[in-house]
């Protein structure tokens, strides 16, 4: 679940200015999010749903191979995915930058500045 939890997590802070757009708590959350992203980037960090998910896995089975649903394991593969620290950041940073212009951009206000 855990697992399943961070992927949607991920998807949030792809897509989460979108409804942000219309929603102040919305991009609240999302704006953090994305801070918080880069702020562990930059640090080393690794995300509190990963350290839950070692602990987790930890406490059920050591071994920690790949058993139970085809789903969690290849939701695994797009949640941990192989990059270099460097690769993430840039991705995360790039992320920002869209969230930023989805935020920012006003439809229309192009036009009316340039008649």
Excluded: N
Aim: net charge positive.
């Amino acid at each position: 679940m855990v697992v399943i939890l961070h992927f949607f997590w991920i998807i949030f802070l792809i897509i989460g200015a979108l409804p942000g757009r219309r929603s102040r708590w919305i991009r609240r959350i999302h704006i953090s999010g994305i801070l918080f992203a880069i702020l562990i980037q930059f640090s080393g960090w690794f995300c509190p749903l990963t350290y839950l998910e070692v602990w987790l896995r930890r406490m059920h089975d050591s071994s920690q191979q790949y058993e139970g649903s085809f789903i969690i394991h290849y939701v695994e593969k797009v949640v941990y995915v192989d990059l270099p620290p460097k690769m993430i950041l840039i991705v995360t940073i790039c992320l920002a930058l869209i969230s930023a212009f989805v935020y920012l951009y006003k439809p229309g206000e192009f036009k009316e500045q340039h008649k």
